[in-house]
């Protein structure tokens, strides 16, 4: 079994879209072990989006994510982090595949509806980020 943490992002919050992706990770036959709502400052959106520090997007992207609130969640599953990354979609929903959340859901490249983990060890720094160990469960 293998754990990853989703976002469902302020866009798809605002958009009441936050009932439709959780019965969705349900169906898919993920163990939801941590679910929380959250409302990041910028500082935080910027701490956990470390990695693109450098990227001309981050700016945009930070203002985005502590724009409103957001559901972050732990999933567990065999294969988790790969499996939530196909049910997402490809970053761009002009290139996700039908069926995927982020085709169903997103509204460009930045606000595309939903985040997952990309390897084990950034889905443990990431769900470290949000969770302490007693509150999954
Ligand atoms: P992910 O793993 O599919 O979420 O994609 P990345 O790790 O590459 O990027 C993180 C997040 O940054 C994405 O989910 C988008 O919200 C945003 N993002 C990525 N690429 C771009 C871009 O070219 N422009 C903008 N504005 N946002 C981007």
Same mark, same amino acid.
């Given at each position: 079994m293998q754990r990853t943490l989703?976002?469902?992002?302020?866009?798809?919050v605002a958009n009441k879209n936050v009932g439709e992706i959780v019965s969705r990770i349900e169906r898919e036959g993920f163990?939801?072990?941590?679910?929380?709502?959250?409302?990041?400052s910028r500082r935080e959106a910027e701490g956990f989006y470390a990695?693109? !520090?450098?990227?001309?997007?981050?700016? &945009?992207?930070?203002?985005?994510?502590?724009?409103?609130? @957001?559901?972050?969640?732990?999933?567990?599953?065999?294969?988790?982090?790969?499996?939530?990354r196909t049910v997402m979609g490809a970053t761009n929903p002009e290139n996700a595949d039908e069926g995927t959340l982020?085709?169903?859901?997103?509204?460009?490249?930045? !606000?595309?509806a939903v985040h997952g983990? &990309?390897?084990?060890?950034?889905?443990?720094?990431?769900? @470290?980020?949000f969770f302490k160990g007693v509150e999954l469960v």
């Open positions: 989703a976002i469902v992002k302020p866009d798809a163990r939801i072990v941590g679910m929380r709502l959250v409302n990041l990695v693109h !520090r450098d990227k001309p997007f981050f700016n &945009d992207l930070t203002a985005f994510m502590s724009s409103g609130p @957001a559901v972050v969640l732990c999933l567990e599953a065999e294969d988790a982090i790969s499996k939530w982020r085709k169903q859901f997103a509204t460009n490249i930045e !606000r595309n983990s &990309d390897a084990p060890e950034t889905a443990a720094v990431e769900i @470290a980020y």
